[in-house]
């Protein structure tokens, strides 16, 4: 079966240095999501692709954090610099298309110390 | 925004015992998902139902969408079961998914 690939699964860093997560989505799939989940609440959506195109990145932190999909297949998650409160589980998700059934990888935890 | 709330917070079970998981939205959806969040964190997809009623061996989920709500049914539980649960709705098309505060349950051998 199918599944979105996420790298690293762990994160720890210190405050003010770059953090960048990857994503691969399922094969097929046009739309993919970021995530973030703050420990005890549900995730928030951070930025939406149509391909390569931004859909959604309304709740996306732009002064530090950026979000690419250059071929419309993977992407790339970057924080600049990381702050404490970054500290959460960032969550990729894909669909075929917007509205469908979305499906998730396994996440990366991130530490900001 | 959609408000979405999950009823219980929390749920303690003894193993075999069956349990009703509560989803309410406030405004009409056109995509509504019931995800297992487990130990490891990784969100499992359980069911794509905007409406009607899916079964998938000893899970079930009804949608009324026009009453805004939608219930999981854990039929006799099990410890692998235990996680916490999410209910995330949508407008449909574009628009993101909004996920509710989840369920914790607990199922205790």
């Known amino acids: 079966e199918a599944e979105v690939a996420q790298s690293p699964r762990y994160k720890i860093t210190e405050k003010s240095q770059a953090v960048a997560f990857w994503c691969d989505p399922i094969?097929?799939?046009?739309?993919l999501y970021w995530y973030r989940q703050i420990l005890g609440q549900g995730p928030e959506l951070l930025v939406q692709?149509?391909?390569?195109?931004?859909?959604?990145d309304s709740q996306l932190p732009k002064d530090r954090f950026s979000a690419e999909r250059l071929k419309g297949v993977d992407s790339t998650l970057k924080i600049q610099p990381a702050e404490l409160g970054d500290s959460a589980m960032y969550l990729c998700?894909?669909?075929?298309?917007?509205?469908?059934?979305?499906?998730f990888g396994p996440g990366t935890r991130l530490t900001v110390l | 925004g959609i408000q979405v709330e999950q009823s219980p917070p929390d749920l303690i079970l003894q193993e075999g015992a069956n349990s009703t998981l509560r989803c309410n939205f406030s405004?009409?959806?056109?995509?509504l998902q019931w995800f297992h969040q487990n130990p490891w964190g990784q969100l499992i997809n359980l069911f794509y139902?905007?409406?009607g009623t899916k079964q998938n061996g000893r899970l079930s989920a009804t949608t009324v969408a026009t009453e805004r709500y939608s219930l999981l049914y854990i039929s006799s539980s099990q410890t692998t079961d235990s996680g916490v649960y999410f209910c995330?709705?949508?407008?449909?098309?574009?628009?993101?998914?909004?996920f509710g505060k989840g369920t914790k349950l607990t199922v205790n051998p």
């Open positions: 998700a894909s669909s075929r298309l917007g509205g469908a059934a979305q499906y």
């Open positions: 094969s097929g799939h046009a739309t």
């Open positions: 692709f149509q391909d390569e195109s931004v859909v959604d």
């Open positions: 405004d009409s959806v056109n995509n």
């Open positions: 139902i905007p409406s």
């Open positions: 995330a709705v949508g407008k449909g098309g574009s628009e993101k998914l909004v």
